[in-house]
């Protein structure tokens, strides 16, 4: 007789597979399980949307957001070692509805999504004493290049479309999405596209 061993997926577990760098950077660089959760189960609903996360590091919102929600999560990542431990970690405990793509958000459709997750993906570009590693290329301008084609994305977006921001300014954001609820002491921002 075989036993199958179900793997606990809790946050301990998740951060225990990073390096020890990582996990040491996790609580400002990665969203934790619970907003994660929160944030996966506004943005799918339940209308089983596609997510998309922009800046998705090593991919804990999309692992917990598929884990939490029927949703399917995309996240894009211009580090593609975070995207490779994104991607062994959502095989490892069997996260069949979660990739993270390696690419430039400048080159990414927004098209395919009906939600989106931004836990202030740009701001190392304005913060580069807070960035994460040095494997990627930071400048100021590319925080605005960023933001103006994150914007304009969203703003073709079909009405609808639902946005959660974690932490940031929302600069990217068009005028016509609407804070709808906020938690977290209003860091936690839930939006939707009403035209």
């Known amino acids: 007789m075989s036993t199958i061993v179900k793997q606990v997926i809790n946050?301990?577990?998740?951060?225990?597979?990073?390096?020890?760098?990582?996990?040491?950077?996790?609580k400002r660089h990665f969203t934790s399980a619970e907003v994660a959760i929160k944030?996966?189960?506004?943005?799918?609903?339940?209308?089983?949307?596609?997510?998309?996360?922009?800046?998705?590091?090593?991919?804990?919102?999309?692992?917990?957001?598929?884990?939490?929600?029927?949703?399917?999560?995309?996240?894009i990542e211009m580090r593609?070692?975070?995207?490779?431990?994104?991607?062994?970690?959502?095989?490892?405990?069997?996260?069949?509805?979660?990739?993270?793509?390696?690419?430039?958000?400048?080159?990414?459709?927004?098209?395919?999504?009906?939600?989106?997750?931004?836990?202030?993906?740009?701001?190392?570009?304005?913060s580069q004493h807070l960035r994460l590693d040095s494997s990627v290329l930071l400048a100021r301008e590319f925080y605005f290049i960023y933001s103006q084609h994150t914007c304009l994305q969203l703003a073709s977006a079909p009405k609808g479309t639902r946005l959660v921001t974690y932490h940031g300014c929302n600069f990217e954001l068009p005028q016509s999405y609407?804070?709808?609820?906020?938690?977290?002491n209003e860091t936690l921002k839930f939006w939707l596209k009403e035209d």
Do not use: M
């Open 11 to 26: 946050e301990q577990a998740f951060d225990d597979l990073l390096s020890d760098n990582l996990k040491a950077k996790s």
């Open 39 to 75: 944030a996966a189960k506004w943005l799918v609903g339940k209308d089983k949307r596609k997510v998309l996360d922009i800046g998705a590091g090593v991919g804990k919102f999309c692992f917990f957001g598929a884990h939490s929600t029927g949703g399917q999560f995309v996240g």
């Open 80 to 126: 593609l070692k975070l995207a490779e431990i994104a991607n062994d970690i959502f095989k490892q405990f069997d996260i069949q509805n979660a990739k993270v793509l390696h690419g430039n958000i400048t080159d990414f459709n927004f098209s395919d999504f009906n939600a989106f997750y931004f836990y202030n993906p740009f701001q190392e570009n304005l």
């Open 178 to 184: 609407t804070c709808i609820q906020t938690e977290e």
